[in-house]
């Protein structure tokens, strides 16, 4: 395996697309590291940047410092690796339970703090893959339970108690 494998393979492992630098736009598929051109100080892991972008600047692709895009499938492959080898194997389901219980503790404490509602949401796919799902299997819940919840009849949110869940109409059919 060549330098050029073994970076892609660490960005690629680590949630990145590629390297970029703010001096040279290295953005044919042959300049995965342009680190080495003269002149270049500041290299750096980055993502792929939208199409326009590439068209614009002529090239096959671009990576920046902007995350355009998120790909869930290969967060949850992470996340599980990272999970499984530091909380263990299983279901631990009363555990992430009990963890998402004090997390939502901490949103109702601090819920302008986004970080407290990722606690939440990595706690629940936590639980989904110990409960023996995919990463497949899980984003594709995620859509399907969207597209469910907007085929539903809800109440006015107007006239809901802003401090009670507003649930959908159970009418028996959704």
């Given at each position: 395996?060549?330098?050029?494998?073994?970076?892609?393979?660490?960005?690629?492992?680590?949630?990145?697309?590629?390297?970029?630098?703010?001096?040279?736009?290295?953005?044919?598929?042959?300049?995965?590291?342009?680190?080495?051109?003269?002149?270049?100080?500041?290299?750096?892991?980055?993502?792929?940047?939208?199409?326009?972008?590439?068209?614009?600047?002529?090239?096959?692709?671009?990576?920046?410092?902007?995350?355009?895009?998120?790909?869930?499938?290969?967060?949850?492959?992470?996340?599980?690796?990272?999970?499984?080898?530091?909380?263990?194997?299983?279901?631990?389901?009363?555990?992430?339970?009990?963890?998402?219980?004090?997390?939502?503790?901490?949103?109702?404490?601090?819920?302008?703090?986004?970080?407290?509602?990722?606690?939440?949401?990595?706690?629940?796919?936590?639980?989904?893959?110990?409960?023996?799902?995919?990463?497949?299997?899980?984003?594709?819940?995620?859509?399907?339970k969207q597209?469910?919840?907007?085929?539903?009849?809800?109440?006015?949110?107007?006239?809901?108690?802003?401090?009670?869940?507003?649930?959908?109409v159970k009418?028996?059919?959704?």
């Amino acid at each position: 395996m060549d330098v050029q494998a073994i970076t892609l393979k660490f960005l690629h492992a680590n949630g990145f697309d590629g390297l970029y630098n703010t001096d040279i736009c290295a953005c044919k598929c042959d300049d995965l590291m342009p680190c080495d051109n003269p002149g270049v100080t500041d290299c750096q892991p980055g993502y792929l940047q939208p199409d326009e972008e590439a068209e614009r600047q002529g090239c096959d692709f671009v990576i920046g410092p902007n995350r355009t895009h998120f790909d869930l499938i290969a967060h949850l492959h992470r996340q599980r690796a990272f999970s499984e080898k530091t909380f263990g194997p299983g279901a631990r389901t009363a555990g992430v339970c009990d963890h998402i219980r004090k997390e939502l503790i901490e949103v109702e404490a601090s819920p302008n703090d986004v970080t407290e509602w990722a606690d939440v949401i990595l706690l629940a796919f936590d639980g989904a893959w110990r409960a023996g799902f995919t990463p497949e299997e899980i984003a594709a819940a995620l859509g399907a339970k969207q597209t469910k919840n907007e085929a539903r009849t809800w109440p006015d949110w107007r006239t809901a108690d802003p401090n009670k869940a507003i649930e959908h109409v159970k009418d028996g059919a959704a």
